[in-house]
C-alpha cells in the first residue's frame, strides 16, 4: 500500500494550498480517508476526515470552514482544500486510510504515507 501525498509548499498568511494524497494498492473506496498534521515539536493532530463514498465529513475545530476535505474514487485520491491560512497552519501533512471517519478522528489509521510540508510565512 502507499499513499503518496503532495502539493505542500510556501504560502503567504490568508493563501491557499491544495494537497492531494494519491493511494495504490489497496481498494480505495472502501477506507474512510484522513489528513493530520504535526508541528515541529508537537504531537501528531487530526486535520480532517471523509467516509468511503464521501458524504461523511469531519474537521478539527482549528480548521473548520477554512479547510475542505474530499476525495475522487474514481482516481484513488484524496484532497485537502486549505484556504486562508495561517502561520500556525505550518506542519507536515500526513495522509491516512482507515475503516471510518471516526478512527481517523482517534488518529488510529491503517495505513499512513509520507508527509508533505506546508509552510505558511506571516
Known amino acids: 500500500v502507499q499513499l503518496q501525498a503532495s502539493g505542500g509548499g510556501l504560502v503567504q498568511a490568508g493563501g491557499s494550498l491544495r494537497l492531494s494524497c494519491a493511494a495504490s494498492?489497496?481498494?480505495?473506496?472502501?477506507?474512510?480517508m484522513g489528513w493530520f498534521c504535526q508541528a515541529p515539536g508537537k504531537a501528531r493532530e487530526f486535520v480532517a476526515g471523509?467516509?468511503?463514498?464521501?458524504?461523511?465529513?469531519d474537521y478539527a475545530d482549528s480548521v473548520r470552514g477554512r479547510f475542505t476535505i474530499s476525495r475522487d474514487n474514481a482516481k484513488n485520491t484524496v484532497y485537502l482544500q486549505m484556504n486562508s491560512l495561517k502561520p500556525e497552519d505550518t506542519a507536515v501533512y500526513y495522509c491516512?486510510?482507515?475503516?471510518?471517519?471516526?478512527?481517523?478522528?482517534?488518529?488510529?489509521?491503517?495505513?499512513w504515507g509520507q508527509g508533505t510540508l506546508v509552510t505558511v510565512s506571516s
Open positions: 491516512a486510510a482507515g475503516p471510518t471517519v471516526r478512527t481517523m478522528v482517534a488518529g488510529k489509521g491503517d495505513y
Open positions: 494498492g489497496l481498494t480505495f473506496s472502501n477506507y474512510a
Open positions: 471523509i467516509s468511503w463514498g464521501g458524504r461523511s465529513t
